[in-house]
């Protein structure tokens, strides 16, 4: 899983591509017990939601080794998995998507949060 990824190897890198908004509102993974802060980089651009032509440099200012782990989350896998292919495609050799996302799945009443994703699994996080 994202989190032992994170806590066996202390180069693996967390980049949360989400917007402003919802790390404000939604919350943000917790990797204060790892000695380690989630890194906010948006994939898309709010409110025109256009791809962020400056990701590829963030993503190198937060981690410069393109040998060491980065994963990278969103809501619920979509943004992430681009974001995981243009780092790969930018030669970052361990670019992994967190599938379910910080929320995970709409249920069957269209609401997340309660199927699957980082905060159903019970992992740290807090408000934004």
């Keep these: 899983s994202a989190w032992e990824?994170?806590?066996?190897?202390g180069q693996a890198v967390l980049i949360d591509v989400r917007t402003e908004p919802e790390w404000r509102f939604v919350g943000l993974p917790d990797l204060s017990e790892l000695q380690r802060e989630v890194v906010?980089?948006?994939?898309q651009k709010f409110p025109s939601m256009e791809i962020n032509q400056d990701f590829i440099a963030a993503v190198t200012a937060a981690a410069p080794d393109?040998?060491?782990p980065v994963l990278f989350l969103c809501r619920s896998?979509?943004?992430s998995r681009s974001a995981a292919m243009a780092a790969?495609?930018?030669g970052y050799a361990k670019a992994y998507n967190v599938a379910e996302g910080f929320e995970g799945d709409l249920d069957?009443?269209?609401h997340r949060g309660k199927l699957n994703g980082w905060k159903v699994a019970g992992l740290p996080w807090r408000q934004g």
């Design 66 to 68: 393109k040998a060491a």
């Design 40 to 43: 906010l980089t948006s994939w």
């Design 5 to 9: 990824l994170l806590s066996q190897d």
């Design 88 to 90: 790969t495609a930018a």
């Design 77 to 79: 896998g979509a943004r």
């Design 108 to 110: 069957g009443e269209g």
